[in-house]
């Protein structure tokens, strides 16, 4: 929860086997104006993906029609009541050897290649060029308040929910996919209450320092916490043992 009063993000980890080759699912849900959304997308997200009849052969289609799909049936499950929740995504997709990272909002993955630490996404800000065309070219507005948000209001340019500002929001996902070779050594999945506070680089060295990905996450999140993050702080460390053909996790959530 950090220093939060309640906790609104959610994490989910799925490994499977399909049609012989090992499946591995990790993602990050950040809830803003309640914990429905990332709820939502933590009992949902990857259970339509993985149902999803191109999943193995057109991953990255895949990815883009399940967002999209599961943010309309979050909007259509909360139709009838006055919440107006919403969510971030970042998740990793493992097919084989090939990953896809996905992104809709300000949480983020970054990958350790080599000790280097490489952004896998972008964030989602309103005031990010292209983004800001979008939703002015949709007809919103990007104001400052204190940051740059969506109509004054929100403080990042996609996410699942926000029913009203959907015009603008959208739940399209941002994919960038490469293969795993040996310089790949681990993937750092964290919501903002991390980044805020831990750059890319400083997250790298901290998760170099600990062999196990538990105890990794589990430092990076009691780092966040001590250097002053706001937010609630969820990561998920996933690292690559190339010898095995083989990938691990774990995750501290919260403190």
């Known amino acids: 929860m950090g220093k939060r009063a309640s906790m609104e993000d959610f994490y989910d980890v799925k490994m499977s ?3 012989g080759k090992r499946v591995c699912l990790f993602g990050i849900f950040d809830g ?6 990332a709820e939502f997308l933590k009992e949902h997200l990857f259970e ?31 139709r009838n009541t006055c919440r107006d929740d919403g969510s971030t995504a970042s998740t990793a997709v493992l097919v084989g050897n090939h ?16 000790g280097k630490a490489i952004p896998l996404s972008e964030d989602h800000k309103p005031n990010r060029t292209d983004e800001r065309k979008r939703i ?25 929910g926000d029913r009203l500002l959907k015009q603008f929001v959208v739940a399209e996902p941002e994919i960038q996919e490469q293969e795993i070779d040996d310089k790949f050594e681990f ?20 998760a170099r320092t600990e ?45």
């Not at 803003?32 to 959304?37: D, K, L, Y």
């Not at 990255?60 to 259509?76: N, P």
């Not at 909002?105 to 990958?111: A, N």
Request: proline content about 2%.
């Open 32 to 37: 803003h104006g309640g914990s429905r959304a």
């Open 99 to 114: 990953l896809y990272v996905a992104n809709v909002g300000d949480s983020r993955t970054v990958k350790s290649e080599a």
């Open 211 to 255: 062999e196990e990905p538990e105890a990794a996450a589990r430092k990076l999140t009691e780092t966040a916490f001590t250097r002053g993050s706001a937010d609630n702080i969820t990561c998920i460390v996933v690292r690559f043992h190339h010898e095995k053909e083989d990938c691990s996790s774990s995750l501290k959530a919260g403190d």
């Open 136 to 160: 002015e070219s949709a007809g919103g507005v990007v104001m400052w308040a204190g940051t740059w948000r969506v109509g004054g209001v929100l403080a990042m340019s996609r996410a699942f």
């Open 48 to 78: 339509n993906l993985m149902r999803h009849p191109q999943f193995m052969t057109d991953t990255k289609l895949a990815i883009s029609e399940t967002y999209k799909k599961t943010d309309a049936d979050f909007l259509d499950a909360e």
């Open 17 to 19: 086997k399909i049609g």
């Open 187 to 206: 993937l750092v999945i964290a919501s903002d209450g991390l980044w805020d506070v831990v750059p890319n680089e400083d997250a790298v060295s901290i």
